[in-house]
């Protein structure tokens, strides 16, 4: 995503401030509007310049300058830092850019009865969580579940005020799919797109359907690096996709070893499930394409399409057969198997 920050409405800190930065870390494109307060971990962001575009505009808990630098960033969602003294002082021009925007806000868990009490129904809707407790001090930013949850916030909110309902959309397995396969890939100078990928991701977005990444990244669970790491290789992706003109709009992934017993490893369905809420995708119109079988698998459980495509472990896959149902069609790359989706579905 494309992201404006209000960083003078942003208070040190915070935990706004670290998952800002967490963002950054995992290689969204984040831009200051304003100038940081004294102290402000922010005030080392890329600033805006004049013809800045942003998707979503960040901000503290007023929401006229934020819907203001919004409008002049051209971003279609709001997210907010809120809390219940800065919202009693709302005057009604604040309550009009909060309703004009459709605005999404986080707050306290401990400000969930003031907030349930004090807006309409739905506006609640649009209201999310912070973690229950703070992550540590010491921790990299891009770890923070402060960060995981912005990120879906932001996402859920650009959904909201970008297209209705029920879109079909292209859930694309990692490694050996979208970039070369390099077993337990560690190192970010080391992400290689695979050729076509980002023209076929390109003209997927275009078509107005979502490209959601579904990965499986055990090396973290099994100790071979740490999950900072792993966010560092995903920001150097997102750069090389964002050079091509390819915003993915949204990345999930399981850190998990295999033998941990989680839900959220591919070939079960919870990501896909997860990501089609916030989203607001149909998974029955949608399809998974990787280079395993496993991939197939996770589209078939969720009711999507399973795609194979021969780069990475593909080919390898393809001559040893399906552990159970085959895919829907095997393809030799993800820009033949991205035709064959687009139309599928238009």
């Not at 575009?53 to 934020?66: H, I, Q, S």
Request: a negative charge; one cysteine or more; charged letters at 25%.
């Amino acid at each position: 995503m494309r992201l404006g920050v209000l960083v003078p409405s942003i208070v040190p800190g915070s935990r706004m401030e670290r998952a800002v930065l967490g963002l950054a870390a995992r290689g969204h494109a984040v831009r200051a509007a304003g100038h940081a307060a004294n102290g402000s971990a922010l005030a080392g962001l890329a600033r805006a310049g004049a013809d800045t575009e942003a998707d979503v505009m960040l901000g503290g808990a007023r929401a006229l300058p934020a819907a203001w630098w919004a409008a002049r960033m051209r971003a279609r969602a709001l997210v907010l830092a809120l809390d219940p003294a800065t919202h009693a002082r709302w005057g009604p021009l604040d309550r009009w850019a909060w309703s004009l925007m459709a605005a999404h806000g986080l707050i306290e868990e401990s400000a969930g009865e003031y907030f349930a009490s004090r807006t309409p129904e739905d506006e609640r809707e649009r209201l999310a969580l912070w973690p229950g407790a703070e992550g540590p001090a010491h921790a990299a930013p891009s770890t923070l579940a402060e960060t995981e949850v912005l990120e879906r916030a932001c996402e859920r909110a650009l959904a909201r005020r970008s297209a209705g309902s029920g879109r079909a959309a292209l859930f694309v397995d990692r490694d050996g799919t979208v970039i070369r396969e390099r077993e337990y890939l560690s190192e970010p100078h080391d992400v290689e797109l695979l050729p076509g990928v980002a023209g076929a991701l390109h003209e997927v977005r275009g078509a107005g359907h979502p490209v959601a990444m579904i990965t499986n990244q055990a090396g973290v669970g099994r100790g071979y690096f740490s999950e900072a790491r792993l966010w560092e290789v995903m920001a150097r992706m997102r750069e090389l996709l964002r050079a091509e003109g390819v915003e993915l709009d949204t990345v999930r992934v399981c850190p998990h070893a295999p033998d941990a017993g989680c839900d959220c490893r591919k070939p079960q369905g919870r990501l896909l499930r997860e990501a089609a809420d916030d989203l607001r995708l149909s998974l029955r119109d949608s399809a998974m394409v990787g280079d395993r079988w496993t991939d197939v698998d996770t589209g078939h459980g969720v009711g999507a399409a399973g795609v194979l495509v021969r780069t990475g472990y593909g080919a390898g896959e393809e001559r040893k057969g399906p552990d159970r149902a085959p895919a829907d069609a095997i393809f030799d790359d993800v820009a033949a198997a991205a035709r064959w989706f687009l139309d599928r579905v238009d």
